[in-house]
């Protein structure tokens, strides 16, 4: 029972499996535009949201970004507000690099396409990979095959930015500390009475590797690298409740979010905020 539990957790805390709120409107600023791109995190619908874009249909008080997806909206409303730039959202809840869902490279796509992407962009931002870690670890796919291979797709997928939009700094976002400073993973936090289920090795690898491959494809295809590990200490998934920027399978955290196992509203700020900065 406790290795199911372990399993669903992994699934979970990779933050990539996707599931109503208006979103911000993008911030109107003179400093030049940014596309923003990438998975559930940047995303973060609600649930309705997320059903909204997938069956295409409208639903009450959901949003639907420019990409088609469900999206609130609010960490690239953030960046924007942040960076003095109008942002727009093409973020999609499963989105990879290389293994599936909507590629990044397809989302980029789709902003050239609309003709939000081109050399008048200033910026590109992405925010992605963590689901081209956990299922292949799953899988037992060796580590060091996942970390090469999310490398490339990084690298590949940096290079077709700079090729749509060939004046704009492309900044790689990491994502922010999940497990705690010992390896444990807490999915059931009442409060701040949190419940480890202990180190999941499979959680921190995910972690590593996406940390390395983002720093050694940005380094490789010129983007920046935007460290989140830094800022997220101290606020991780086992972390008090009014600290915790990461939220459990059952979690009565007063902090507000959209998702389980997905950021609260504060950590998503905070993060937009970080990379905006660098």
């Avoid at 700079?162 to 444990?184: M, T």
């Avoid at 007063?254 to 997905?262: A, F």
Wanted: proline share 6%; net charge positive; charged share 10%.
């Amino acid at each position: 029972m406790k290795r199911k539990i372990s399993h669903l957790a992994i699934a979970a805390i990779a933050a990539i499996a996707p599931l109503a709120v208006a979103a911000p409107a993008a911030t109107a600023a003179p400093g030049g535009t940014t596309v923003f791109v990438g998975d559930s995190i940047p995303s973060n619908p609600t649930p309705l949201s997320y059903l909204a874009g997938k069956t295409g249909s409208p639903l009450p008080g959901t949003h639907v970004n420019a990409n088609g997806c469900g999206s609130d909206g609010q960490m690239p409303s953030a960046y924007g507000q942040a960076a003095g730039k109008q942002t727009f959202d093409y973020t999609c809840a499963g989105a990879s690099v290389r293994s599936g869902g909507e590629l990044v490279t397809t989302q980029l796509n789709h902003a050239a396409a609309a003709g939000k992407l081109n050399a008048s962009t200033s910026e590109v931002v992405i925010m992605a990979g963590a689901n081209d870690t956990y299922p292949h670890i799953l899988n037992k796919v060796p580590l060091n095959q996942i970390e090469t291979d999310l490398t490339n797709g990084f690298a590949k997928t940096i290079n077709h930015a700079h090729r749509l939009a060939p004046n704009a700094r492309v900044k790689l976002v990491g994502y922010s500390q999940i497990s705690a400073p010992n390896g444990d993973v807490c999915v059931i936090n009442l409060g701040d009475n949190t419940m480890p289920l202990g180190a999941i090795p499979a959680v921190r690898d995910s972690e590593n590797i996406l940390q390395r491959a983002g720093i050694n494809a940005a380094n490789r295809a010129g983007a920046t690298f935007v460290d989140s590990k830094a800022i997220s200490q101290g606020h991780d998934i086992c972390a008090p409740a009014n600290q915790r920027w990461i939220m459990g399978a059952v979690d009565t955290s007063p902090q507000p979010h959209n998702l389980i196992v997905h950021m609260t509203n504060a950590g998503l700020r905070a993060l937009a905020t970080n990379a905006a900065q660098k």
